[in-house]
Structure formats: C-alpha cells, structure tokens
C-alpha cells in the first residue's frame, strides 16, 4: 500500500482564522500537543479567505492550514466519512463558504516513523522531522491518521487518494512517502 501526506494546493485560496483570543490555529496547536484538549470542541471558529488570494480560484474542498484539523466541503467530509469514519471528529468552525465545515484527523499511530531511514532532529519536546520514512506494519490497515513522532502532519492511504480522484476533490497536494 502507498501513503502520502497532505497539503492544500496552492493554486488555491486558502482559509485563515479571524482575530480573536483563541484562534483555530491556536486552539488546534493546544490539542495537537496536550495542552488544552478541550478548548478545541468549546468554541466556534471564525475563519475567512487570505485577502493576499485574490488571484485564486475558490474552489479548493480541502483547507489545510490549522491541521491536525482540516476545513473540508461536504463532499470531502463525505469522502473522509466513507474511507475513515473512526479517524475524523467535528470541529464548529463559521466559513465565508456555508458548505465548509472543521473535521480534526484524531486517529494518531506511536512508532510509525522509521527512525533510522527518516530525517530529524531530536529536542527535549520532540522531534522536528524533515523526511519521514513510515514503517510499513504501524499504519498497515489505516486510511487517514496522523503519526506522534510529526503530530501535525496528515496521511493517507492509496484508498483514500483513489476515493478522492473517483469524487472528483480539488485542492488536494500530496506527496508520496516512503514506507519500509
């Protein structure tokens, strides 16, 4: 099986938070790292276009600037609830777009970076990865999860990238990783 990690394209408008004392980024960050997992579910996120997009088309279905939550359209929730229902959870987020919704990739994978062939650097709080290396039977039978070594980073399977070109989903950047 291949897997690839996700990225919005940048051909793309993309979404940013609006000013407010916890911003999605923020909010995301916290739960992405322990330190508030709460906040996240509590409020309702106000988001709008990057005014520096304006020569962007506006059609992306995938928002990925405040991952490990993504903003998706209903037909790329849809996508993620029929390949990975059990890896998903709602996040309430206000769009410009009433067809945009928050969606937090939850399903998380210890050891699934191979340590010896990816390329990181190591500090006291974790790690700062470079070039990931996936092994092979620690994401063997997932579809959408993210890794604990690169908590903010998203991956899918081939399934899933199938799914997404079968439904026609646009902005979608993804890049093959390695996978031992």
Known sequence: MRYYSVAQDSKFKTLIGEDSSLSLHAAAQQYTFGN??????????????NSDD?????ASDIFTL????LIVTSK??????SVAPSSIEDVSVLSPNSDHSGILVHTVLDGAINRELSEFDEYPNGLVVYRVVLNAL???????????????SIFVSDK????????GLKGLDLREIRVV
């Open 66 to 69: 405040f991952k490990p939550v």
């Open 54 to 58: 304006k020569n962007k088309k506006d």
């Open 138 to 152: 620690a994401v063997q039978g997932f579809d959408v999860f993210r890794v604990a070594e690169s908590p903010l």
């Open 76 to 81: 790329a929730k849809i996508l993620f609830r």
């Open 160 to 167: 899933f990238v199938g799914a997404a070109k079968d439904s």
């Open 36 to 49: 508030d997992v709460e906040s996240l579910f509590a409020n309702q996120y106000e988001l709008e276009f």
